[in-house]
């Protein structure tokens, strides 16, 4: 049984920073489809950066060089660095993994395994 629990969010303000983390079990499971997205209430879930197959992640346009996506393959930690937060960054944050096969980087049906997510508040 796959498990991705995320750690790391919280309140901050406009400019701050968080880092966000995806403690992903057992150790030994392995993909190279995986990454986070958001959701706003309200709206759909959007993806914010992925591996997609590779060693170097993928970004939504709207991170602009903010976030960085990184894995921690010895503990198997998958880490988001978010960085000059807005307000519009606001939102739950959830990791996914495994590829399902269904839809593209950017699409949620992608992805085989999600976490509880992780709320971000951005506010002054």
């Known amino acids: 049984q796959v498990q991705l629990v995320e750690s790391g969010g919280g309140s901050v303000a406009p400019g701050g920073s968080l880092k966000l983390s995806c403690t992903i079990s057992p150790k030994t499971y392995v993909s190279y489809y995986m990454g986070w997205f958001r959701q706003v209430p309200g709206k759909e879930r959007e993806w914010v950066a992925v591996?997609?197959?590779?060693?170097?992640?993928s970004y939504a346009d709207f991170t602009k060089a903010r976030f960085d996506l990184t894995h921690d393959a010895t503990d198997n930690i998958m880490h988001l660095q978010l960085d000059n937060l807005k307000p519009e960054d606001s939102g739950m944050y959830f990791c996914?993994?495994?590829?399902?096969?269904?839809?593209?980087?950017?699409?949620?049906?992608?992805?085989?395994?999600w976490g509880q997510g992780t709320q971000v508040t951005v506010s002054s």
């Open positions: 591996f997609w197959g590779g060693l170097l992640p």
């Open positions: 996914v993994a495994g590829r399902s096969g269904r839809g593209s980087l950017n699409s949620p049906q992608a992805y085989t395994y």
